[in-house]
C-alpha cells in the first residue's frame, strides 16, 4: 500500500506541475537492478527512450546522479545524454553541456593497481577502476567482508585527505572527499533548467541519504528504494527498482 502511494504522489506531482519539479534518479538499484558484477547490469530497451520522454516533458530538468563515472552512465543510457553527476558528484555534465571531470594523480593510480595486485588473493572480489575512484565488490564473495574493511581503510588513509572511505551495499569504495550527491543535487539547483524548481530524488543506498537531506530541505520531496535499511531521510518509500521503472513508464507514456 505504501508503494503505490507513493506511486501516485509521485505521478500526481510531476504530472500536475511539470514547470515546478526537477527529477534526480540514481541508477544501480534505483533505475537499474543490481547485479552480480558491476558490468552485469540490464537496461531494459524501453528505458533509455521513457527517460528521455520524461525529461522532455520537464522542460529537461532529470539528471542521473550516481557514483558510476560519467562515460559509464552514458554508456547505459546512449545515445540519450541527460545531465549527469558521476562519482558521487565529484564529476559532472550540466545541461548546457559543460563538463567537469574528476582527474586521478599518478599516486592515486599507483594505489589502484596495488589494490587490484593485492585482489587477486580474494577470490570473487571485484575491483572496478572508475577513473577518479575505485571500489571493492565483495558481492560474490562475502566472506572477504571483514578483511576488505580493514584493507580498504588503509588505502582510503593512504590515498590522503583528498580521498575518503565510502560503505555500500557489498561495496567498499575509495572515492573523492569534496563531493557528495547532496552537493551535487544543489550545485544543479543553481543551473537552468533546474533553477527555481523543486527536487524530488530517488535513491537506494547509503551515498543517497546526502541527496534526500538536500530535497527535504529545498522543499522537494525524497525518496528510498528498496526494502533494506529502515533508517533514512527520505519521506517516501518503494520496494524496488521495477517501481521506478513503473513510474518513468506511466509518466512517458500519460497512462
Not at 524501453?46 to 563515472?69: C, E, H
Not at 567498499?172 to 550527491?181: G, L, Q
Not at 530517488?202 to 525518496?223: K, Q, W
Request: net charge negative; hydrophobic share 45%.
Amino acid at each position: 500500500m505504501q508503494d503505490e502511494e507513493t506511486i501516485q504522489s509521485i505521478l500526481r506531482v510531476l504530472r500536475g506541475e511539470p514547470d515546478r519539479w526537477a527529477l534526480f534518479l540514481d541508477i544501480d538499484g534505483t533505475l537499474l537492478d543490481l547485479a552480480l558484477t558491476p558490468e552485469g547490469i540490464f537496461v531494459p530497451p524501453d528505458l533509455p527512450p521513457a527517460l528521455n520522454a520524461v525529461s522532455q516533458k520537464l522542460g529537461g530538468a532529470l539528471a542521473l546522479v550516481t557514483g558510476r563515472a560519467l562515460p559509464f552512465a552514458d554508456s547505459l543510457f546512449a545515445p540519450f545524454r541527460f545531465p549527469v553527476a558521476g562519482l558521487h558528484g565529484a564529476e559532472m555534465r550540466l545541461a548546457n553541456g559543460l563538463a567537469l571531470l574528476a582527474q586521478a594523480p599518478p599516486a592515486f593510480e599507483a594505489l589502484k593497481q596495488a589494490l587490484t595486485e593485492e585482489a587477486s588473493q580474494w577470490p570473487g572480489v571485484l575491483i572496478e577502476d572508475k577513473g577518479a575512484a575505485v571500489a571493492a565488490h565483495y558481492r560474490l564473495a562475502p566472506e572477504f567482508e571483514h578483511i576488505l574493511s580493514t584493507r580498504m581503510q588503509v588505502y582510503a588513509e593512504r590515498a590522503g585527505p583528498d580521498w575518503t572511505l565510502q560503505l555500500g551495499k557489498m561495496v567498499y569504495e575509495i572515492r573523492p572527499s569534496k563531493a557528495s550527491k547532496g552537493e551535487a543535487i544543489q550545485r544543479f539547483m543553481l543551473e537552468p533548467p533546474f533553477e527555481g524548481r523543486l527536487p524530488m530524488t530517488l535513491g537506494d543506498d547509503l551515498t543517497d541519504e546526502s541527496m534526500f537531506l538536500a530535497a527535504n530541505t529545498n522543499g522537494g520531496y525524497s525518496v528510498r528504494v528498496g526494502t533494506q535499511s529502515p533508517e533514512t531521510h527520505a519521506v517516501g518509500r518503494l520496494t524496488g527498482p521495477q517501481d521506478v521503472r513503473r513510474i518513468i513508464e506511466r509518466l512517458a507514456s500519460n497512462a
